[in-house]
């Protein structure tokens, strides 16, 4: 059984920078979609960056231009840079595994990022 180990959540002011890690803790055979998603309260859990196996990456409309999703193909741990970060951005960030086909796989246990002054 696949497993998502996340860390990176924090405080932070807008304007600034912060970063995400997901490691899953097994490989996956088959083509796969990986990233993150996020919930503010009150609000539906939205798509925040996904990557597939093969590369392609996809990002939310509130993130694009900002955040950056890649892999580092040594560790298989997977990034996400968020910069230029706005209140709006507060929220719990979970990492999702699910594959191509649709059926998902593994959710992260969610980090906290809060952005405020």
């Known amino acids: 059984q696949v497993q998502l180990r996340e860390s990176g959540g924090g405080k932070v002011q807008p304007g600034e920078s912060l970063r995400l890690s997901c490691l899953k803790s097994a490989n996956i055979q088959s083509p796969y979609v990986i990233g993150w998603y996020r919930q503010a309260p009150g609000k539906e859990r939205e798509l925040v960056a996904v990557?597939?196996?093969?590369?392609?990456?996809t990002y939310g409309d509130s993130v694009a231009g900002r955040f950056l999703i890649w892999r580092d193909d040594r560790t298989d741990v997977m990034y996400l840079q968020m910069n230029s970060l706005k209140p709006e951005d507060t929220a719990v960030y979970y990492c999702?595994?699910?594959?191509?086909?649709?059926?998902?796989?593994?959710w992260g246990q969610g980090t906290q990022v809060t952005v405020a002054s």
């Open positions: 999702n595994v699910r594959l191509i086909a649709g059926d998902n796989i593994a």
């Open positions: 990557r597939t196996s093969a590369g392609k990456r």
